[in-house]
């Protein structure tokens, strides 16, 4: 997608966010899944986030956008906390309204895509856009063809989701969280529901958005997509960051044992 196309689809506006974590904690039960998390992430950057299973990584881009509610700490995306507000020393949650209206500015690509079977993939794209008031139908339906030509599919806009490979599902389900101009998009293991060899036309759609100055969180078992894009490398294990940095640091020079024992595995 040319400059000139994102201006007429009404896309300047798209401004990259920073993302805060305060020191979150969540537990169901007994058992704390994240355990005084803080972390960082700039304008623009890509933060990449590894770790075995079960060790907080989706929970924690949940928490980012709300769809799941730490017991303390907050989220701030360019300084506004996420689902609360500040009263004194206290954080009150927001009504439902306006938090819906918080995570429209979050993009969140789901392992399972999550599209809407009954709607065809242009519809699939165009529908939020329309939905939270920020296009009209025929502009949305404009941008949604656009973002579809973006991530390869122009040609699939009269399908449905059924009809379509997971591969190119996800990228659908891409071009829909680009449509609301997200500050920040958030991908929760993107490839893990996807086949071997479908793998790589979704990684290849990230890629071509982590040059494109997008503010993007990656969770992902995929060690050399994150070596080959992240701008920082997070590696999250017991509902803890052990350690965080560039990719050549994390990746080939860990210092946590745990990090040197999982990356054994992995690589």
């Known amino acids: 997608m ?13 401004v990259p966010a920073a993302v805060e974590v305060h020191d979150v904690h969540k537990w169901y039960g007994a058992h704390r899944v994240l355990d005084g998390v803080n972390l960082t992430v ?35 995306v360019n300084g506004e906390p996420i689902g609360v507000r500040r009263h004194g020393d206290r954080l009150r949650e927001l009504s439902e309204r306006a938090i819906l209206a ?18 065809t993939v242009l519809d699939n794209v165009a529908a939020a856009p329309v939905a939270t008031g920020r296009l009209a139908k025929p502009q949305a339906l404009e941008l949604a063809r656009e973002l579809l030509g ?10 449905y989701p059924r009809q379509l490979s997971g591969g190119q599902q996800q990228r659908v389900a891409i071009a829909r969280a680009l449509a ?9 293991e993107p490839t893990s529901a996807l086949d071997p060899e479908l ?69």
Do not use: C
């Open 2 to 14: 040319t400059a000139e196309t994102v201006r007429s689809a009404g896309a300047t506006d798209i």
């Open 42 to 76: 700039r304008p623009g950057e890509v933060t990449v986030i590894l770790g075995p299973s079960g060790s907080g990584k989706s929970t924690l881009l949940r928490v980012v956008n709300h769809l799941e509610k730490p017991e303390s700490g907050y989220v701030s």
């Open 102 to 119: 918080q995570r429209s500015r979050i993009g969140f690509v789901f392992q399972n895509f999550n599209l809407f079977p009954h709607l």
């Open 150 to 159: 973006r991530v390869g599919l122009a040609d699939k806009a009269a399908a």
């Open 180 to 188: 609301l101009r997200p500050g920040v998009i958030l991908f929760d």
């Open 199 to 267: 793998v790589g036309e979704v990684l290849a759609v990230i890629k071509d958005l982590a040059t494109s100055g997008t503010t993007l969180v990656v969770v992902t078992h995929e060690v050399g997509f994150a070596r080959e894009v992240a701008d920082k490398v997070v590696f999250i294990d017991g509902g803890k960051i052990l350690e965080q940095g560039p990719p050549g640091e994390v990746l080939d020079r860990p210092r946590h044992e745990r990090t040197r024992e999982f990356l054994s595995k992995v690589l």
